[in-house]
Every structure is written in structure tokens, then in C-alpha cells.
């Protein structure tokens, strides 16, 4: 299932969507949410999200969200301007369907190879062999990439592109290792509780992760816990560098998908 987040510019992350990761007790469809980025063609820079894309961490992937031609009538083969739809349309409705192509291809030459995929896995070999995304504002993901996806499925084996590589950035900081049962588990850190800074600091980690897993830091507000930094690529590997003023703080590690182990290095711990 490939399904356009919308055009609403939607932080999906907002409290008011239930916050982040799938709302509590719901099941991980596989699904596959696609965001809209710019196009080559537009002057911007590609890969960037327009203004008007729904996002947030729940958003796997992007598509081309502009300027994108069909096959149809319009100002490319004559006609009146009941047809002009038929041009070139945009929106996370012409990004969904670039997403599906590629899901297609990537379906038919890993069927041919001898490879099994489930949703789960498609969704995962899409956002680890995509092009990232560039620019600054909300989190549509990386922008795919068949030919990367197709060279990483092998003959037969895990479509998993490779070993992500070790952390970087965090030597020196203290370490913990655990592991998550499935989707919508989580671990609380450390030890299912909070540590505390007395004045400015940075607050560093570093996750290496079996399963889609994403990381986060949370900051008592003094009724509840509040989300003040995250890394979801779901790849494998995340890392947050946060400045952080006095307070209490907690990281927490959270299944999008998948099970597994996990290894964190972080301050606080």
C-alpha cells in the first residue's frame, strides 16, 4: 500500500495525531506514506519539502510533488482547458504514484532474483537506498532510488542493503544495549527513568539498531514529558546532538517497525 500523506502541511507529529510513532495499539501495515519534495525542473533545490506536503516522522518516502507530465492532452498534445489536468499535476498526488512505480520495479526485479518482500521490508529497503532528503523544514524522507534498491537485493537473500555503519561522533560515551519485541515497543533510558542537568549542555547519542527503530529526547515540562529532538531515518542508525539548558531529561528508543537489538551510546546513561 502506497498512500499520499496530503497537502495539507500537517505536522504529523503534533500531539493532536497522536504524537509520535503509530497510535497506541495500532498495527504497522507496511504501508508506505509519501510525502512531496521538489522537483529537478523547478529552480528549487531537489529533494526539498514544499511548503504545502504533510510531514513528520511518519512519512516514509518522497515523490516528485511538481511539475510532473502525464500522458494525457492538455498544453502537450493541443486541446481545451477541461484537459489540462492531463498536463502536468502535482502535490503528494503526483508523488505517490512515482512512489509506486518504483515499488513496482523493485517488486518485479526482486520476484525475478528469487526474493521475498513484505511490505515492511519494501518500505525499508526504499528509505535506506534513497536519495536523502535535502533542505531544511519537516521529515518527508529520502527520494527513491531503484537502481540502488535493485543492486542491493542480491540473488536470493536479505534485501537488506548491507551492515550500516558504526555510529559516529560518540566515542567516549557511556554505553547501553537492549532490545525491542515489535512494532510500537519502546525502551525508556536510563534504566526506565531520567537523568538531570543543573546548567547548558550538549546531550549527545548514537543508536545502532537492528530493526526500524528511531531515537528520541524528551524533557520533563513539569506535568509531562515533551519531545525536544529526534532522528527517524529508520535506517538503522541514528544520531541526535542537542543543546540542552538545565532540566530533566530521558531518551527513549521506539520499534516503527521490527524487532531486534539495539545499542546506545549516549550522555546521561
Known amino acids: ?16 495525531y497522536g504524537g509520535e510513532g503509530f497510535p497506541d495499539g495500532k498495527g504497522d501495515s507496511g504501508a ?10 523547478s529552480g528549487r533545490t531537489p529533494g526539498e519539502v514544499l511548503s504545502y506536503s504533510t510531514y513528520g516522522s511518519r512519512v516514509n518516502v518522497q515523490g516528485w510533488g511538481e511539475m510532473v507530465a502525464s500522458a ?16 502536468q499535476f502535482s502535490g ?5 504514484p512515482i512512489v509506486t512505480g518504483a515499488v513496482a520495479l523493485v517488486s518485479s526485479v526482486a520476484q525475478q532474483k528469487g526474493v521475498s518482500l513484505t511490505p515492511a521490508q519494501m518500505r525499508s529497503l526504499l528509505v535506506k537506498t ?20 535493485v543492486n542491493s537485493l542480491g540473488e536470493g537473500t536479505d534485501p537488506d542493503p548491507g551492515t550500516d555503519p558504526e555510529p559516529t561522533g560518540c566515542t567516549g ?23 538531570r542537568t543543573t546548567s547548558a549542555s550538549t546531550q ?27 532522528s527517524t531515518s ?23 517497525a521490527g524487532s531486534g537489538n539495539y545499542s546506545l551510546l549516549a550522555t546521561g546513561l
Request: hydrophobic share 35%; with cysteine.
Open 173 to 195: 560515551l557511556a554505553s547501553t544495549t537492549g532490545a525491542l519485541s515489535g512494532q510500537g515497543d519502546r525502551d525508556i533510558l536510563p534504566n526506565g527513568s531520567w537523568f
Open 130 to 149: 534513497g536519495t536523502p532528503q535535502k533542505g531544511s523544514g519537516g521529515h518527508i524522507g529520502p527520494l527513491p532510488n531503484v537502481l540502488a534498491a
Open 234 to 256: 529508520r535506517t538503522g542508525t541514528e544520531e541526535i546532538t542537542y543543546s540542552a539548558g538545565a532540566g530533566y531529561y530521558r531518551w527513549m528508543v521506539y520499534s516503527w
Open 92 to 96: 503528494t498526488s503526483s508523488a505517490s
Open 32 to 41: 508506505i506514506i509519501v510525502g512531496a519534495g521538489a522537483s529537478s525542473r
Open 72 to 87: 494525457g492532452y492538455g498544453d502537450l498534445q493541443g486541446g481545451d482547458e477541461t484537459v489540462q489536468y492531463t498536463d
Open 204 to 230: 549527545h547519542a548514537c543508536l545502532k539498531a537492528d530493526g526500524e527503530f528511531a531515537l528520541y529526547l524528551q524533557k520533563w515540562n513539569g506535568a509531562s514529558w515533551d519531545y525536544v529532538a529526534k
Open 1 to 16: 500500500m502506497v498512500e499520499a500523506a496530503g497537502n495539507g502541511a500537517q505536522d504529523l507529529d503534533d500531539p493532536c
